[in-house]
């Protein structure tokens, strides 16, 4: 279990985009990812994330309780592009649901962390709904920290809690790809933060290679000169 990277507050292919909820069906209702956002949540990109972190893929979702409020995240709606979830999820704290179906997590005073995982396949892109049902928010005047709801995406997955979080950049250094902050109940926002992904740069040319290419350049100036 790596609870070391929730609540922790390369290349990076944009900044995280912050959403705002649409029309409540039961509460706050984000549709991730946004229009526009890059790169795609696929095969081809999963493999190519900046840690080098293999297949098989997952999918963990947290919602961290560190104070008093109570509130409940909503999962649904995946669309893996082709893809499906696979294998049986697994749980830690109050937490129920599947993938093919919808994924709830619910605070309470009793679990500090509310976790779920689940493998899947990927396809072309990874798209789905968090309906944040919130009903109170942080306050520090009694010490009571706001909630954070946290997906991310896993990689060398062997069932369980296993796995570990392909990199993002999440200023938090948590490496999620969707953090909800639950400090203001009547106002909750969504940021989606990016997969980094290896991007290959030109070689640098070894030494002898460079005094190679500089002798050629003199060879061919001299001969120039010489047919003058």
Do not use: K
């Not at 999820?89 to 962390?113: C, H, K, W």
């Amino acid at each position: 279990m790596r609870t070391s990277r929730v609540l922790t507050l390369a290349l990076i292919l944009g900044a995280c985009v912050v959403l705002t909820p649409s029309a409540a069906r039961a509460g706050f209702i984000f549709n991730v990812p946004p229009t526009g956002y890059g790169p795609a949540l696929n095969a081809a990109n999963l493999a190519m994330n900046v840690n080098n972190i293999p297949g098989p893929y997952a999918i963990e979702v947290a919602l961290t309780n560190p104070g008093n409020a109570t509130n409940t995240i909503v999962i649904d709606n995946f669309n893996f592009g082709g893809g499906s979830a696979s294998g049986s999820p697994s749980y830690i704290g109050v937490a129920s649901g599947d993938l093919s179906t919808s994924v709830t997590l619910t605070d309470n005073n009793t679990f500090i962390q509310n976790l779920f995982f689940q493998g899947f396949t990927p396809g072309s892109d990874i798209s789905f709904t968090v309906d944040a049902q919130t009903t109170g928010g942080g306050d520090p005047t009694v010490n009571s920290p706001a909630d954070v709801f946290q997906f991310f995406l896993l990689g060398n997955y062997t069932g369980g809690t296993s796995g570990e979080a392909l990199a993002t950049d999440d200023p938090s250094g948590a490496n999620s790809l969707a953090t909800l902050v639950i400090d203001d109940p009547t106002n909750p926002t969504l940021a989606f933060n990016h997969l980094l992904l290896f991007q290959e740069t030109s070689a640098v040319p070894e030494p002898a290679s460079l005094s190679l290419l500089l002798l050629g350049l003199t060879a061919l100036g001299a001969r120039r000169w010489w047919r003058r």
